[in-house]
């Protein structure tokens, strides 16, 4: 179990957090200021990739992404510091990616941030990946809860509502695969390039998506969950049916792939619009939010943009760089904490598996990931 948090006296004046995140393949840092609830600036906001490390592989290998967090986290934290242009002085506190994650690349983002936070005796913020996605919004978009969101990743695909920080109800969940990784299976299977998103999409553009029928597991369900592994293994057959492949049945498949998977998130997110609508007082603003890398993808954020504007919704969706993975959303979730005077002890263990709502019930027909 993590440390216990203690309830702290924050101080007056503005959060400077140092940001670091290594829970999947990027290492990453940044130094946010928050200036107010929903309210801050990124200082600086340092990325670095590890595609090409991987794409041999068609897929993130775990030790080979922390053996790459190890060697470039003290540039990248340096290049964050010198960007921002702030001392260590200046610092209010560190925080760090503490999970979920791939526990490799955990550990050395924690010991890092822990090590500087004990060498510069600042307090240190242990951040829950999902909860910085989930909090971005209020950074990019001066958004402040509550409101509906749907993170699309390689690795998660969920509805939660954003009731405020630490405090989220998971709507629905996906009982199989992650979009992300629907996309990125599809891709594989088609010989298209890791990762698989842009390069589906990209195909789709040029494809027919009525000429190959498939499924849209879920939809039309009454519990919000999602299930995109029926729809991989449909495209599967439908590719071998139709093999060898030409450069047009590829479009096409890719086409029909996209085409499901948007009716997909139109549906349940319209499931998960309606189990929120008691979180939303009368005649306040309701909002979606989206983050995530899927969140890219022209045609998924038109059926959302489409589907906020038929149910009144407001969307948010923060810039590219910010959806996916970046140290600044992890800057900013351990502002928001350091604010609320929660602050971890330096013996906060990684948590490769942290629910953002431990109390939702499992997902019928959940495997690990839900
Ligand atoms: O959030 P992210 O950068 O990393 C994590 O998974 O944490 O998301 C990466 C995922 C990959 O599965 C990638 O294929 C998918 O987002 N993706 C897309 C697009 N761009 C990235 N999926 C569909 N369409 C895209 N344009
Ligand atoms: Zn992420």
Not at 184 to 201: F, Q, R, S, W
Request: glycine share 10%; aromatic share 4%.
């Amino acid at each position: 179990m993590p440390s216990e948090q203690s309830e702290e006296n924050a101080p007056p004046g503005l959060e400077v957090v140092l940001g670091i995140e290594t829970s999947c393949d990027e290492t990453a840092a940044a130094v946010v200021v928050r200036e107010g609830e929903a309210n801050g600036r990124i200082l600086s906001n340092v990325v670095r990739s590890q595609l090409a490390e991987h794409r041999p592989y068609g897929g993130v290998v775990p030790e080979i992404a922390a053996r790459a967090h190890v060697e470039c986290l003290d540039a990248i934290v340096a290049a964050a510091m010198g960007e921002a242009g702030v001392g260590w002085r200046e610092l209010s506190a560190v925080a760090a990616t503490a999970g979920p994650g791939l526990n490799g690349g955990l550990v050395v983002g924690l010991v890092t941030g822990k090590a500087l936070a004990l060498a510069q005796d600042l307090p240190f913020v242990a951040v829950n990946h999902l909860e910085a996605h989930a909090l971005t919004v209020g950074l990019t978009d001066g958004v402040a809860p509550p409101y509906l969101m749907l993170l699309v990743s390689g690795g998660h695909t969920q509805t939660l509502l954003v009731e405020g920080v630490g405090r989220y109800r998971r709507i629905g969940t996906t009982i199989d695969d992650a979009i992300g990784e629907a996309f990125d299976k599809t891709a594989k299977l088609l010989g298209l390039h890791y990762p698989g998103g842009p390069e589906v999409e990209r195909r789709a553009r040029m494809g027919d998506p009525a000429r190959f029928p498939l499924p849209r597991p879920m939809v039309g369900r009454e519990a919000p969950h999602f299930s995109l592994a029926g729809l991989k293994t449909a495209v599967r057959q439908r590719a071998e049916a139709a093999a060898p492949l030409s450069a047009q049945d590829v479009s096409d498949l890719c086409a029909a792939f996209e085409a499901a998977v948007c009716d997909i998130v139109r549906d349940r997110v319209a499931r998960a619009m309606d189990l929120v609508e008691d979180a939303f007082a009368p005649g306040a603003p309701r909002r979606l939010t989206v983050a995530g890398g899927v969140a890219a993808n022209r045609s998924i954020a038109a059926a959302l943009a489409a589907l906020a504007a038929e149910r009144g919704f407001s969307l948010a969706v923060p810039p590219p760089a910010l959806c996916t993975d970046n140290g600044a959303m992890i800057a900013w979730a351990g502002a928001e904490r350091l604010a609320r005077g929660l602050v971890d002890g330096l013996d906060t263990p990684p948590r490769p598996r942290w629910p953002l709502d431990p109390d939702a019930p499992a997902a019928i027909g959940a495997g690990v990931k839900a």
